[in-house]
Structure formats: C-alpha cells, structure tokens
C-alpha cells in the first residue's frame, strides 16, 4: 500500500487524531515528555497526509499548533518544526488567503525560534513570491516586525505597489484590511491609519466638505470606525477610538439618513428557508476561520455539520445550487464536515410534556407560543424594568414600557407624567418634555422645572430652582452633581467649586465632582490630591479623566502622558459600548466621541510642546512656525463637530487650558496674541 493509499485510508479518522494530538497537549496533568512526543511526531503526521490532505483542515490544524505555543520555552526546535512542516504541507492555492492568519501566529513562534521562523517566512515570501504576489500585500503588518531585511524588503515592494497615492484610494486600501477578523491585523491597521489621517487634515475636509454630500468612502470609514470601538478585543477598541478621535467628533448631521443599507443579504423569514441556511454557514465557516481556541472550533464544527445534514446541502445533493451559491474560500472550509463525525457527548434531555395543538392551549403552536409568552411576560413589574432599562441606559427601551404601561393603567396616567418627563430629559428631547408638562394637571415640581430648563439650555433658571431646592433642604446627591454640572454649563467653575465645598464632598462621597471645576481654575495643586484618592470606577466622570491627562502634561513626563490618554480612551470607549448600532451611536454616544477628538488634540498639543523644548532661543521663527501649524490643525479639527455652544466651548476651554500651560514653559513670543484668538478660536 503506497503512502497515499495509507493518508486516504486515515483521512475520515484524521479530525479525531487531531483531537487526540490537541488533547495531549492542553492537558494540564500531562507530563512534560508526552507532550513533546506529540510535538515530535507532528511533522511526520503532516507529511504522511500531505497537502490533499492537510489543507482542507488548515484552520483546524493552525488552532491545535497554537495550543502548543506554550512549549516553546522549552523546546523552540521541535515547535518550529511542527510549524514549518504545517506550512509546507498546505496547497499553495490555498496559502495566500491563508497567508495573514498564518503570519499573525508565526510571530507567536519568532520568539522562541527567530532564526527557523525567518527560514518559513523565506519559503512563504521569497520563495513563493511569484506564487502569492497577490497576497503578499497582506503582510503589509510586519514591516516594523524583527523579520529578515530581505522577507521585508519584498513585503514592502509589494505593498507600494498595490498601495494608492491617492487619498481616498488609500483609504479604501486599508478599509479592506480591516475587513479582516485578525486582531493583530486590524490593530497594526488603524495605527497606520491614525498616523494617516494625522498628516492629510486638508484632504479630510475635502473629502466632508468638498461636494454637495460627504464622500461615501468617508461614511464608510466612520461607520468602521465606530464599529471598531465595540471590538471585543480591547487592544482592538482602543486602537479604533484613537483613529476615531484622530478623524475628529464629525457631526452627525454631515452623515446621510441610512435608512435602506445597499447591497444587504435577503432576510430569512423562516429557519426552514434556503436563505436562512446560506447565511447561518456563512457565518459559522467565517467564525470557525478565525476562532483561536480549539475547543470553540469544534463546536462551529459540529453545528456546521448538524445543518448540512439537516438542509441536505452537498455538491451532489437536490440543494447543490445551495451549495454552489456559497463562496468558493467557504466551501474549502466547510467540505471536510461534509464527512465529519462529530457527536454531542452530553446526554439526551427527557422528553418535555407539549400541548395538543388545537385544543384550548391554542389552535396553532405560534397561537401557544404569543399566549405562552405574553402571560410570561404580565408577570413582569414594567415600572421596576423601566427604572432597570433607566439605570442601564436603555432610555428607548424605558419609553417604550412606560407608554406599554401608560396605555395598560390609563387611570394613572397623571401619576408617572414625572417619570416620563425624566425619560424624555435624558433622550434630549426638549419639545416633548415641554409637551408632557403642558398635559400635567398639577403643578410641575422643582426637578420637573429643572429638568425643562436643562433640556432647553435655560440654565440660569436652572440654577435659580436648584437654589431654591438647597433652601428647602432638598438637595441630594444626584441634585449636587446636577447642580455643579449647571454652574460648569455656566462657566461659573468657582461658583461650582464653591458649592461642594460648602458640603464635605470627601464625606458624601462626591470629591470627583470637583476635578472639573479645579482644573478650569487652575487648581493643580487640590486637582492632583482628588486624583490621587482612590475612586471607584463606576463614579469616573469626565473631570477626571481630563484632570489626570492635563496634570501629566504639565509634569512633561511623557510616558505618563500617554498612559494617562490611553486609560481616558478606554473608560469613554466603555461608555460607547452600550450606545446601538453605527447609525445611532453619534447621536447617543457624541460626548464619548467628543471626549475622544479633545484628548487626540492633548496629544497633538503634547508633541508640539517636546518640539517646542526642544528648539534653541534663537530660534523663534520655527517655534511660531510650528505653534501656526498646530493652531491651522485646530482649526480644520473644529469645523467638522457639532456647532453648538456645548460642544465647541469644551474643546476651546482644553485647547486655551493646554496653550496657556506651554506657555509656562517655552517662549511664544509675539505669536500668542497674533495667531491664537484667530486660528484657535481663543
């Protein structure tokens, strides 16, 4: 029996050797020796399948590889030789699509094996160059990597050479790279990106401004973006957010109405439809391609596997146009689970007693199914979910049951007119807080007044009924917070900071109300004693965040600096998390996304200021070309957020704040009165 006789004979026990090799080598009980055994004996497995073989399952095999990575420390040898029998045993066909995934692991490896992972990466990129010039461009993430000169070298030329010149073009170039689900990929992506953007400011007001609506490319890019900053991969969100804020907090207004999305996939009605199983595989073989855990494919696998015998889809069953319609890559993916064996290893339930449709259960199983989870959901208290949805912000949702609830209690309609006010108040909705008010019957309390009154920007009278609140003793804590953030609206930081301290803020819990009103005085003495007190995350706010980054930038520490931006990023990127889809996310999520755009411009504020120290004395006229330059750039960044006092003084506030701290330390000259108020807005 010759070789390939024996690899076809093996191929349909060939998933479950790979299961017994992945078993060995996670078990954590296993001794060291059996580990490095089927480490060693992994090569001559890959060789006796060979590409026929081994390719089909690359995705499979490349996770049970990754599982071993934790033995490189001690033998980096017999790794690498896994790995570089695993490479050269994949159809070379197959390779370049595969190319990016398999790079991303083999820097995993390069740590412990540099000089047998240089020789792979010789094989892949020097060797098969001509082979996978197509794909070679997808690389594009290991320029700055500690690869051979030479496997960079060709890299690079590659990548110039598919790269446009063009703004627009190489946007695109690397919107398609972020296509790909490869962490590593996306987050070396938007750091080029960010850079990127960072030096083409004009071409991006071009491409906002420059026609009768915004360049569909650029819409393309913000709804990327966004989608990035809900990564579940943090390294991944917080690269995403620092691009974000590098394009700036774009009002949503420039953003055409997407109500129809072009080019969207049909929608199944039914999990009987043809349609629905398309996308459902679609989906699994796309989450199956870039799962890193072992365990997880095998459960895509068996899902996978359970729908093509369900549907019956196969080249050559009655469903092979099903099957046809499905993206060659896919079929590559899915074909070997035509024939898998995979089973469910947990027990089978007992059966469950069902109604006899037709009877006074329900004439139908959907009738039995709309009754059974209507009472399920009667039981439910709607005024507690409604406070839950409040406290989470579900603010939609909280509306949506307490109209339910309105409708259902008619009589007590009257009642939670407060509540909807409140509701409203929060959406931003000022019209229909002044519309909910004029039905009220009685007369609308002083939280009632106020929240009018913050909703439709009168916060004077605001601040007159809050004082009034404090004569009465009705202040509480959420009354204080509203108030100091009134007197800030205001910019009566002293007046806000005089408030708290007439309460013992250190007391009630609330000192990190007064970092906002601080840094605007100037306070970076007290600023730095309520930064350095432990708080709780859940009561975080802005103040300070912005206090921790301006308190770093006027140490001139740098790596404070930026560690102190990073930590801002994430906790706004947090916030972002929970505010729906794209679409929507720039009119709920805009202070988050603002947040973002103030502290991209800290940093760009920061490098101008090393610049600026760096420079001699004599040198004045490169220090103001420099300061000009950071103030043109300010100035392109404000034209593209909303126009509105409360958006646009928080910026200049920062902006004046940073000015004012460089100044301390470097000589502007004459340039601060000739160029700040015109170019900063200052």
Known sequence: MSVSEIADFLQPKFLGVLAYFHTKLVRNKGALSGKRKALQSFPDIMNLMGAKHVTPLRFKILASLRSGLSLGKEYPKILSSAWSAFVHNIDTISLGPFLATLAVSLLDVYQYAPHEVNKIFQYLVLRNENLLSAHIPDLFFLEDSKLSDKVKLVIKRHVQRTQPNRFLEKIKWYLQRLHQDIPNVKIYAFTCLDEFLKNNRAEIDMAIFGGKNIDPVMVELIDCLLLGCKDPEPLVSLASGSCLGQLGAIEA??????????????????????????????????????????????????TIQEMLKIYNISPTSDKKDLWNSLPENMQHVIKPLLNSRYTLMTPQQTKKPHPIFGSACGTSF???????????????????????????????????????????????????????????????????????????????????????????????????????????????????????????????????????????????????????????????????????????????????IMGRILLSFRSQNHEEFERTCEEGMKKL????????????????????????????????????FVRLKGLPKNEAQSGSMILSDLLEEWRHRLSIVQSDVRTVEPVLRCRRILLQQMQKHVYLGSVRGEIFEGKAGL
């Open 253 to 302: 207004g420039h953003l055409p109405r997407q109500y129809v999305q072009p080019d969207r996939s049909p929608f199944a009605f039914s999990i009987s439809d043809d349609c629905f199983a398309a996308t459902a595989l679609l989906e699994l073989a796309r989450a199956f391609q870039y799962e890193k855990y072992t365990e997880n494919m095998d459960y895509y696998a068996f």
């Open 366 to 544: 959907l009738e039995w199914a709309h009754r059974t989870i209507k009472a399920f959901l009667s039981k439910f208290n709607k005024l507690v979910v409604i406070r839950g949805n409040i406290v989470c912000g579900e603010f939609e949702r909280a509306l949506q049951y307490l109209e339910l609830y309105m409708e259902e209690y008619k009589d007590e309609m009257q009642e939670h007119l407060s509540l909807l006010t409140e509701i409203y108040a929060l959406l931003d909705e000022p019209d229909s807080v002044a519309g909910v008010l004029s039905i009220k019957r009685s007369e609308p309390s002083l939280n009632e007044l106020i929240l009018v009154q913050v909703v439709t920007g009168r916060l004077q009278d605001a601040a007159l009924c809050y004082e009034r609140l404090a004569q009465e003793g009705l202040l509480d804590k959420n009354s204080m917070q509203g108030m100091v953030d009134c007197y800030l609206g205001l910019d009566q930081p002293y007046t806000a900071y005089q408030l708290l301290s007439s309460h013992d803020s250190n007391v009630d819990g609330m000192s990190e109300l007064a970092a906002e009103p601080l840094w605007r005085l100037g306070n970076f003495d007290q600023l730095q004693e309520i930064v350095n007190k432990p708080i709780p995350p859940s009561r975080e706010n802005w103040g300070l």
């Open 573 to 608: 990127l947090a916030k972002l998390e929970g505010e729906g889809d794209c679409e929507n996310v720039l009119h709920s999520g805009y202070q988050s996304v603002l947040g973002l755009h103030i502290i991209k411009e800290a940093s760009l504020a920061e490098e101008v």
